[in-house]
């Protein structure tokens, strides 16, 4: 075979074999997706609460504890009184650390925590639960 045929298979099987940019799990906003964030505390569920509303952080394309920093975050959401999670709209298939602060008012104290989450999901809604502690 010459050069030219070589180097023009090999353009071929280099192009089809790149995935598109779009067709990546780049966490972050701008997409169809929708998390609902549950903070639960043992059994029980973390409420909004008319003067405390449950809080979550955001950090996009990222699975590891970005710290206690919240300016580190890219994103800050605020649960709707009455409710009992926190809804996270337009965000893209991905990695993201999600930090969960709320008030657990059974015992009567503010509880945190956080998990690393991926989903390829690129619209629609999921569910995440954050299991959170004093």
């Given at each position: 075979?010459?050069r030219?045929?070589i180097?023009?298979?090999?353009a071929l099987i280099?192009?089809?074999?790149c995935?598109?940019?779009?067709d990546?799990c780049?966490?972050?906003?701008?997409g169809?997706?929708?998390?609902k964030?549950y903070?639960?505390?043992?059994?029980?569920a973390?409420?909004?609460?008319?003067?405390?509303?449950?809080?979550?952080y955001?950090?996009?394309?990222?699975?590891?504890?970005p710290g206690?920093?919240l300016?580190?975050?890219?994103?800050t959401?605020?649960?709707e009184w009455p409710?009992?999670y926190?809804?996270v709209p337009n965000?893209?298939?991905g990695n993201?650390f999600?930090y969960?602060?709320?008030?657990?008012?059974?015992?009567?104290?503010?509880?945190?925590?956080?998990i690393p989450f991926?989903?390829?999901k690129?619209?629609?809604?999921?569910s995440?639960?954050?299991?959170v502690?004093?």
């Amino acid at each position: 075979m010459n050069r030219r045929k070589i180097f023009s298979l090999l353009a071929l099987i280099f192009i089809f074999s790149c995935k598109k940019a779009e067709d990546k799990c780049i966490g972050g906003s701008g997409g169809s997706l929708t998390l609902k964030v549950y903070l639960q505390h043992s059994e029980h569920a973390v409420v909004n609460l008319k003067n405390y509303r449950d809080t979550v952080y955001i950090k996009y394309n990222d699975k590891e504890f970005p710290g206690y920093d919240l300016s580190a975050y890219d994103a800050t959401l605020i649960g709707e009184w009455p409710g009992d999670y926190v809804t996270v709209p337009n965000l893209k298939c991905g990695n993201y650390f999600i930090y969960g602060v709320g008030y657990e008012s059974v015992h009567g104290y503010r509880v945190v925590g956080g998990i690393p989450f991926t989903t390829d999901k690129k619209e629609g809604e999921v569910s995440v639960t954050i299991p959170v502690s004093e």
